[in-house]
């Protein structure tokens, strides 16, 4: 199992604020955080054209479905086929996103909570983020520490 922390410096943050808030992005209280959603959005199509299946892991509905209408957005050129936990083809679309455990074996966890999932080991990789924001910052450390502490050592790549 591998483990994945995306960090977004400050710059990274901005643009990918700015990219998400254009497109008829509600404001809401996900806008400030959301720079690493659309990252995790952009992700989920490299990973599907990669022919991977993934799991998109939210705090809760609100959050899986902002997700949902973010991949929307995407380009029609570059569409990419997902679904909400529960909805569309028997067994998923190639991505799959919920606020739930997921039912399915997938290859990817991209992990959008603030705590270490309990079935992260079912993947054989785990994507996490470490937004610029202090506080979102803070729950990053600890779910590297959780890894840790789990006989993971996750590697680091920074974005921006």
Known sequence: ???????????ADSVNHAASS???????????ASAHFA????????????KQRVF????????????????????PDSFVPHNLSGEGPARGAPIEIGW?????S?????NLTDKMPDFARRFA????????????KAQARERYKQYRQAGITPETVTIG
């Open 125 to 136: 990789s785990v994507i996490e983020f470490v937004p610029a924001e202090p506080a979102l």
């Open 106 to 110: 997938r290859q990817v966890l991209i």
């Open 39 to 50: 990252f995790a959005c952009q992700l989920c199509a490299d990973l599907y054209r990669a």
């Open 56 to 75: 998109v892991y939210t705090s809760d509905q609100q959050q899986a479905e902002f997700i949902d209408e973010l991949l929307w957005q995407f380009d």
């Open 100 to 104: 739930q455990p997921p039912r399915q």
């Open 1 to 11: 199992m591998s483990v994945t922390f995306y960090v977004l410096t400050e710059s």
């Open 22 to 32: 254009t497109a008829a992005e509600p404001h809401n209280e996900l806008s400030p």
